[in-house]
């Protein structure tokens, strides 16, 4: 995004005048008509969230040159993140142009020429009204959806780079048992609640639904065979029911969640670090580079610098969000008494799709012991995932 250097850009025509002394004026430029259009339309479109796929898509469709005479591109309307060029960031088309944007240095060695961003409070930014195509709320809404969207894009596409082998596999775990979350919820199907998380305690085996309303232990010969959902939904109801306070502290008091914490601690302690030490080394180059110059190894330099300060930060805010996430919860009473409410309301029925959503997110798994050795008596033990509880918990 040069609107300082006085070339062609798309929308405007290039004036060709003269000054008083009679040398030519660079950059003067006037509204090109028709392509204007076209910019408006690609505004318009990504304001109103339309995927910049689909914008090009169309455009090529019609037999629409590009800026440069061949097809769109997504990467001609957003550029580059870490440069922040693009015809959707261009400012003139919003009638200002901006100056100062980019600070010019020679490398003291091979005299190149070498750009560096300023930061913005140094920009200069001058208004030229007759130069406007879009008007200020969508130029706005264009460049509030760019820095949200682009930041996306570069989340996903950093965050399995900084993973580790063990932060990749929670992720997937996670996300999947997010996904059988949504479909559970949204397609309110009829689920026991037990249903696919019930297991025999004596074979390890799943239990499953055989026929009419009854669950079997694939075994022949176990005592988990044939049993009448009444009789099932009674047990694990009164398992359920015994979540209480002092079970979610010993869950987060405990040696696993303890160390999880500190390396979430460790990690963003060594990652703070290594962002200052990234940023000092970035002001050491730029004290020790002279002036007007340009280099590709050197704006290659910068840009892999820049990107990995963000991913410096990006690594942080997951580890302060793990953080957090592993962190006892306050108002643990709340969430025992609301617990408990979900309890009494799958007593009095127990396919409420509802209650039965909600309490599923928290089971992991269900052993059944209808022979214990230990009792005599049939039980049913949980296994809670209680790192669900706390995040159902959260949820306005
Ligand atoms: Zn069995």
Redesign the pocket.
């Given at each position: 995004m040069t609107t300082d250097t006085g070339g062609q850009l798309y929308g405007y025509d290039l004036v060709h005048a003269l000054d008083e002394f009679g040398e030519p004026i660079r950059g003067k430029r006037k509204i090109n008509e028709e392509q204007a259009e076209i910019v408006r339309e690609i505004f318009e479109y990504y304001a109103e969230g339309r995927k910049l796929k689909h914008i090009c898509d169309d455009l090529n469709r019609r037999g629409i040159d590009s800026p440069k005479g061949g097809k769109w591109a997504p990467s001609s309307l957003v550029g580059s993140f870490v440069r922040q060029t693009g015809m959707l960031r261009q400012t003139l088309y919003n009638g200002v142009v901006t100056f100062n944007k980019m600070q010019y240095r020679k490398h003291p060695e091979n005299g190149k020429r070498l750009s560096i961003m300023r930061p913005e409070k140094e920009w200069i930014t001058v208004p030229i009204p007759e130069l406007t195509m879009i008007d200020d709320a969508t130029f706005a809404k264009v460049q509030k959806a760019l820095d949200e969207r682009s930041s996306k894009h570069l989340q996903r596409k950093m965050m399995p780079a900084l993973m580790t082998e063990e932060e990749k596999r929670e992720t997937s775990i996670r996300r999947s048992k997010e996904w059988r979350r949504k479909q559970a919820v949204t397609k309110k199907r009829a689920n026991a609640l037990f249903g696919g998380k019930l297991y025999?305690?004596?074979?390890?085996?799943k239990?499953t639904a055989t026929y009419a309303k009854h669950y079997s232990?694939?075994?022949k010969g176990?005592?988990?065979?044939n049993l009448h959902y009444d009789e099932i939904i009674k047990l694990v109801l009164d398992a359920v029911a015994e979540l209480d306070e002092a079970k979610i502290i010993e869950h987060f008091e405990s040696e696993e969640i303890q160390q999880v914490r500190a390396h979430h601690a460790r990690e963003i302690e060594r990652l703070t670090q290594h962002l200052e030490d990234l940023r000092a080394s970035i002001n050491k180059v730029i004290d020790a580079l002279g002036s007007d110059a340009r280099s590709t190894e050197i704006r290659a330099f910068f840009d892999d610098k820049a990107e990995q300060i963000q991913r410096r930060k990006l690594d942080i805010a997951h580890h302060k969000r793990e953080l957090a996430g592993s962190t006892p919860p306050r108002k643990l009473e709340n969430i025992i008494q609301r617990h408990q409410n979900l309890v009494a309301n799958l007593r009095a029925w127990s396919r409420d799709p509802e209650a039965v959503a909600c309490m599923r997110q928290i089971i992991d798994r269900l052993t059944l012991d209808t022979a214990s050795q230990k009792t005599g008596k049939a039980m049913c033990t949980v296994d809670f995932d209680l790192q669900s509880i706390i995040s159902t918990n959260k949820r306005p």
């Open positions: 025999c305690g004596e074979h390890n085996q239990i232990c694939p075994v176990c005592a988990n065979r």
